[in-house]
Structure formats: C-alpha cells, structure tokens
C-alpha cells in the first residue's frame, strides 16, 4: 500500500504536540470554510418550516464545537499510530464533506443536494470509525457523538428539505 506517511517514530517530544494543533487547526478551517460566506444563519434556520422536534439554533454552535474537538483529537490519535496512512485519508474526505454542508444547505439553499452530502458524510464517517478500529479503538469511539450527531442532521435536514 502506498502511503504519505508522517510516521509516529519520527514524531517525539513537542512535535506531537505541534501536530495536534494541526489537527484542531484543519478542523477549524472546515468549520471556517462552512460559514464562508454564510450568514444569518440562525436567521434562515428559524425562517424555515420544521419538524416539531427539530433543535433550537443556539444549539447547533456549542455542539459543533465539542464535535469538532473530538473529530481532532481522534484523528490525531491514529496519526500518532500509524502516520497519514488510508484511515486519514478516510478522515480527510468526512471534514471535507462536512465543509461544504452549510454553503450547500444555507448559502445555496439547496436542501436536496446537502441531504445528498450528508448521506456521504455519513458514510464517510462510518468509513472512518471502521479504520479507525482497527488501529485505535478509543479514537474510533470518539466519532460515534459525532456519526449519531450525523444521522439525526440528517434527518433534520431531509424533513426541512421535505416541508420547503
């Protein structure tokens, strides 16, 4: 298997650490690039017809904070295992969907097609949970918020996509 590899035994002492931050920093970015050009969003949020069980929108942005410092720190933990190898790759593809969720959702307003990426970013998370598995149990378990997150965005996101 060809990989980049950024292998662990080179990664001593504080460059872990610098790593980590690199792993926040990209989770961070794909956060950014969702709200790129987006906003009112708690705005349009509330202007849309919903399912009686869909969350109030302050809700969303504490969530998506502790979610996106589990999706770091998990893919930090495999790095550290086995470097940038097929399971973060596997990690990539899943924040780069997640990126482009809101700027499809609320900046285009195309609720069918971000039900479309969800459903990827769905399986991509699945993906990544099962390789993560295999190299670091408690990493896989911290994208399981996240993966149930997913699916119940997902079910918002179909019943919006269903009653506009």
């Known amino acids: ?14 460059r872990q650490w610098w790593v980590l931050a690199g792993f926040v920093v990209a989770t961070a970015v794909a956060a950014g690039i969702g709200g790129l050009g987006v906003s009112g969003t708690a705005e349009e949020y509330g202007a849309l017809r ?5 969350p109030p929108s302050w809700l969303f942005g504490p969530v998506w904070t502790v ?10 933990l495999v ?3 086995v470097g ?5 790759w596997a990690w990539t593809v899943q924040l780069v969907l997640n990126a ?3 700027p499809l959702f609320f900046g285009a307003g195309r609720y069918g097609l971000a039900f479309a ?3 990827l970013l769905w399986a991509a998370i699945v993906a990544t949970v099962v390789l993560f598995r295999r190299v670091h149990r408690p990493a ?10 997913v699916t119940f965005a997902g079910a918002l996101n179909l019943a919006v996509w269903q009653l506009n």
């Open 67 to 76: 979610l996106y410092a589990t999706i770091a720190v998990a893919g930090w």
């Open 50 to 54: 919903q399912p009686a069980w869909a």
């Open 1 to 14: 298997m060809t990989t980049f590899s950024v292998s662990t035994r080179n990664a001593h002492g504080g």
């Open 84 to 88: 940038f190898t097929l399971p973060l």
């Open 140 to 149: 896989a378990a911290l994208l399981l918020p996240y993966l149930a997150w």
């Open 100 to 102: 482009i969720w809101t």
């Open 117 to 119: 990426d969800i459903v």
């Open 79 to 81: 790095w550290r295992r």
